[in-house]
């Protein structure tokens, strides 16, 4: 989470909303259970929603659009998600779609969660495939980061020109 914290603050400094993905691979055997080779960060990504003008410009579609290329297959088996906020409809449905293992985020999101707070697409039995969700890791220091951010920019808008 750490790493996704980091690349939060990229956004931020590109001034974009500070949110960071990481996306890890640790290849399982499935017989086993047993890992088949140590866990990798395999992809790295800021929000960029403004710098590209692109509506899918989140932090974790773009990890997983490089997880994917990383790995050169569509299907992200073995990976990890972590994100610094709860995932929003568009992004826990690529993860869905993409068969992650597990998301793992930092803030819940009072307005679009899709993990726990206003949907549970990850454990949706309509669904073809269902993954583990853990919120709230670094939670409190995810939310703050975003708290001042948007406290910043209400400031700048009320301030005299």
Known sequence: ??????????????????IGAVVVYEPIDPATRRPLAEPQVIARACNLRETTRDPAGHAEFLAMRQASAALGAWRLAGCTVYVTLEPCIMCAGLMHQARIDRCVYGAPDPKAGALGTLYRINEDE?????????????????AEMLRAFFARKRRKRTEPR
């Open 1 to 18: 989470m750490r790493l996704a914290i980091d690349e939060a603050r990229r956004a931020e400094g590109l001034g974009e909303v500070p």
């Open 126 to 142: 309509r669904l073809n495939h269902n993954f583990a969700a853990a919120p709230g890791v670094l939670g409190d220091e995810c």
